[in-house]
């Protein structure tokens, strides 16, 4: 089974800075016959369920801010937000759908400094 | 109205049944594979299950394997999942979502329904 690690646990970031999450999966999600990524992003706010704003580690999903960009390969991965928001305070999760069981990272809580 | 309604959870005793319904609406069913990912209180989400959009593939998480059945009624446009011999452990809020053509990735998602296992 693959395991994803999201680095930080939590991170504090003050408006209009730079916010920087890192996924790490136990092995390469990169399939070679189409070299894409299967590594997707979502964010989740308080009591809503998530939300996609990532697949293929760097499509980003019909109405996401362009202040968000995804980016990586292999196993390495990075969601970045270029100018901290206020509505982008929420947790993020990381997701491999290169093979079942479709494992989650344990979650990066972004909050305001 | 593109949508997911999840409906069933409840409180119930260890080794007890439970079956979970998600409603879709606003696309064509059949069409896509669905899961199930639930969220234990204040933890990450935990995918649990997927089905193909005929019925035809099953997958499970090592964690509910052999106790969780995950089926669907493209009639009816509705995914279930069956839970058997519940665990506390298996206390949480159980999403369904669709997954994007033959990619378990997922566009939408329903809001959860809560299932509390305690004696």
């Known amino acids: 089974d693959i395991v994803m690690t999201q680095s930080p646990d939590s991170l504090a970031v003050s408006l209009g800075e730079r916010a920087t999450i890192n996924c790490k999966s136990s092995?390469?999600?990169?399939?070679?016959?189409?070299?894409?990524?299967?590594l997707a992003w979502y964010q989740q706010k308080p009591g809503q369920p998530p939300k996609l704003l990532f697949y293929?580690?760097?499509t980003r999903e019909s109405g996401v801010p362009d202040r968000f960009s995804g980016s990586g390969s292999g196993t390495d991965f990075t969601l970045t937000i270029s100018s901290l928001q206020a509505e982008d305070v929420a947790v993020y999760y990381c997701?491999?759908?290169?093979?079942?069981?479709?494992?989650f990272g344990q979650g990066t809580e972004l909050e305001i400094k | 109205e593109v949508q997911l309604v999840g409906s069933g959870g409840g409180l119930l005793q260890p080794g007890g049944s439970l079956r979970l319904s998600c409603s879709a609406s606003?696309?064509?069913?059949?069409?896509?594979?669905m899961t199930w990912v639930r969220q234990a209180p204040g933890k990450g989400l935990e995918w649990v299950s997927g089905?193909?959009?005929?019925?035809?593939?099953?997958y499970y998480a090592d964690s509910v394997k052999g106790r969780f059945t995950i089926s669907r009624d493209n009639s009816k446009n509705t995914l279930y999942l069956q839970m058997n011999s519940l665990r506390a452990e298996d206390t949480a809020v159980y999403h369904c979502?669709?997954?994007?053509?033959?990619?378990?990735?997922?566009?939408?998602w329903g809001r959860g329904t809560l299932v509390t296992v305690s004696s």
């Open positions: 089905i193909t959009g005929s019925g035809g593939g099953t």
């Open positions: 293929w580690a760097s």
């Open positions: 092995q390469s999600v990169l399939y070679s016959s189409n070299n894409k990524n299967y």
């Open positions: 606003g696309f064509t069913f059949s069409s896509y594979a």
């Open positions: 979502a669709k997954a994007v053509e033959t990619n378990w990735y997922f566009d939408l």
């Open positions: 997701q491999q759908y290169y093979s079942a069981p479709y494992s």
